[in-house]
Each structure stands twice: as C-alpha cells, then as structure tokens.
C-alpha cells in the first residue's frame, strides 16, 4: 500500500531535519490522497467481482503502524494515525488495530511522537532513534495518540476530517493543534 512521499513533494522548502520531526507543513497537506489510498485498498468493491465477497468476509481487522512515516516521511501523528484511523472508519466493516513501536526500519523513532510529553515520547526516542539520527525529543508535543481517542471518539468522522483540514503548521505537532477542535 503506497502512501504519498511527503519528502518528495516538499522539495527544497523542508531540511531532512524538519521532515524527520513533523516539522514540516507539506506533510499535513496530502489528506484526501492518504485517505483515498488506504480506502482503495481495503474496500472490496475495489476487487475483482471474483474476490469481492471473499475479501469482505476475511478482511475484519486491519493492522498498521507507522505508515506512511517512514521512508516517506510523513508525519506520524496526522498520516499514521488520524488518516488511517479516519479512513478505516469510512469502510464500515472493519476495525483498526494499531501499534506502536519505537524502532522501525525506516526513519527510526518518529512514530514515538504519537505517545505525547506524558506518553514517554522522549524515553521512546531515546531507545529507537539510533544518535545522530535527527529524530529530537525536543520535538515531543504535549498531547498523545490516546487524547486523539477520547477527543474523537463517538463523534462523527467527519469533525477529525474537518480538524485534519485545518490544522496549522509546525512548529506545533498536530496533537497539540487539534487541541479542542
């Protein structure tokens, strides 16, 4: 499943050092693309006629991580969360489950920025970004991934559609500037 290369489309307007810390404002700018690609690949109408039924019985659960931030470089907390947790729920049928880890291949320790200040951000980075990896703790935001749940959730999809429309750009992480939207 391919996501939009926000390192791409940045170009020479983001150092590799903004991109790594969600420092980047044309991260948070690709939202309906992120949200059709995800939608795209899980709705079965999508399918061949052949596997449509099948794949709507069997795909119940969909797991993911941090997609879209790795060596894409999009921003954790708005494409490998809210995008796909937004996106997920427009396919009816199906639940999200999705971890956390600190160290992935690629771009190693940005998705602990969705565990927030209190979270263990920094202790996270501080275990899955290797030194001189870019990755700051001093980029933590205050708010977490489980804030985000008990803002939106039981609140129609379409207000973290509208918040993800307009949230600001850096230097706030996009937890922190969604803050009572």
Known sequence: LQSVCSDCISGTACTH?????????SQRRHLDDDIAAWYVSFEPSFYNPAVQEA???????I?????????WYGD????????VWLATSLLGKSSLDYYVYDSFCENRGNQCFVLGQDGGCADCIARGAPPGSGVLASSCGQRSILEM?????????LDVYQALLQVGPPPGQVFDLLQGK
């Not at 794949?55 to 659960?61: D, S, T």
């Not at 749940?149 to 999809?157: A, K, L, S, T, Y």
């Open 17 to 25: 050092s903004a991109v790594l810390n969600n420092a980047c404002d």
């Open 55 to 61: 794949f709507a019985k069997i795909v119940k659960r």
């Open 63 to 71: 797991g993911t991580g941090p997609w879209g931030a790795g060596v």
């Open 76 to 83: 954790s907390q708005q494409y490998t969360f809210l995008t």
């Open 149 to 157: 749940v008990r803002q939106f959730q039981g609140r129609p999809m």
